[in-house]
C-alpha cells in the first residue's frame, strides 16, 4: 500500500460546527503533516508529527487542533472555523522527518468550505 | 529562511514541445528535492525525487536535474502532451519541512 487516504474529500461547516479530517497510511512512515493551500497557491505547512509527538506547529490557529493517535493516523480536528479557512487541506507522510530516503507521499486532500 | 521560486509561472504550448521547468532555492542545505504535478482541485502527485548526493533522476518523458551549489533545478518533459496540462510544484527538504516553489502552470493544447 503506497498511498495517504484522506477522509472526506469535500466538507462544507459552519462557522459553529465542530468536524474532524481524518488521514491514514499504512507504509510504516514515521512522520505525517497537515498541508494547506488556499486556490492557486503552493501548499504551506501547518504541522508535524514525528514518531507520533507533535514536532512543528507552524503558529497555526488554535481552532485548527492536530491529533495522531498512531502511527498511521492524523487527525485534524476543527472548530469554530472562518470562512477564510476554506482551502485544500492535504496530508502527507515520510519515512522520517526530513524526508530523506524516499521523499513525501501526499494525499488527495479534502475541500473545506466554510459558510 | 528558505525561499523557492518557479519560473514561468505560466506555461501554454501546443503538443509535441519539449519543455524546461525552472526551480531556484536560496539555502543549499537541502537533503532532496522532488518535483510534483497537481491537477486542479486534486491532491498533489510526486514525479520525480533527487537526493542532494544525485545530480538527475528520469522517468519516461520526464528528466529532472539538481545543482545544488547553485540552489537550482530543472524539470524536462519531453514531447509534451494535452494529458501533461496541470501545475508542477517542486518542493525543498530541509529539516522537518518541505518548502514548496511557486508553481508554473501548464498547458499544453492540441
Known amino acids: 500500500d503506497t498511498e495517504v487516504t484522506q477522509t472526506p474529500k469535500h466538507l462544507v461547516m459552519g462557522m459553529t460546527n465542530k468536524k474532524s479530517l481524518k488521514c491514514e497510511q499504512h507504509m510504516g512512515h514515521r512522520a505525517m503533516y497537515w498541508y494547506k493551500q488556499k486556490a492557486k497557491k503552493p501548499p504551506e505547512l501547518m504541522f508535524v508529527y514525528s514518531y507520533e509527538k507533535l514536532s512543528i506547529n507552524e503558529s497555526v490557529p488554535s481552532r485548527f487542533s492536530p491529533e495522531c493517535p498512531n502511527s498511521s493516523l492524523l487527525n485534524l480536528h476543527l472548530h469554530a472555523l472562518q470562512p477564510e479557512d476554506s482551502a485544500l487541506y492535504l496530508c502527507?507522510?515520510?519515512?522520517?522527518?526530513?524526508?530523506?530516503?524516499?521523499?513525501?507521499?501526499f494525499g488527495s486532500g479534502t475541500r473545506l468550505t466554510v459558510v | 529562511k528558505q525561499e523557492v521560486t518557479q519560473i514561468p509561472a505560466a506555461l501554454s504550448v501546443p503538443e509535441g514541445e519539449n519543455l524546461v521547468l525552472n526551480c531556484s532555492f536560496t539555502?543549499?542545505?537541502?537533503?532532496?528535492l522532488q518535483w510534483f504535478r497537481q491537477d486542479p482541485g486534486k491532491g498533489l502527485t510526486s514525479l520525480l525525487l533527487?537526493?542532494?548526493?544525485?545530480r538527475e533522476q528520469t522517468s519516461g518523458r520526464l528528466n529532472a536535474s539538481l545543482d545544488k551549489s547553485s540552489g537550482r533545478s530543472t524539470l524536462y518533459i519531453a514531447a509534451s502532451q494535452p494529458g501533461d496540462s496541470a501545475t508542477y510544484l517542486c518542493?525543498?527538504?530541509?529539516?522537518?519541512?518541505?518548502?514548496f516553489g511557486t508553481g508554473t502552470r501548464l498547458q499544453v493544447f492540441p
Open positions: 518542493a525543498v527538504s530541509s529539516t522537518d519541512k518541505l518548502i
Open positions: 539555502d543549499s542545505a537541502i537533503y532532496n
Open positions: 502527507a507522510s515520510s519515512q522520517v522527518g526530513t524526508g530523506r530516503d524516499n521523499g513525501y507521499t
Open positions: 533527487i537526493q542532494s548526493s544525485q
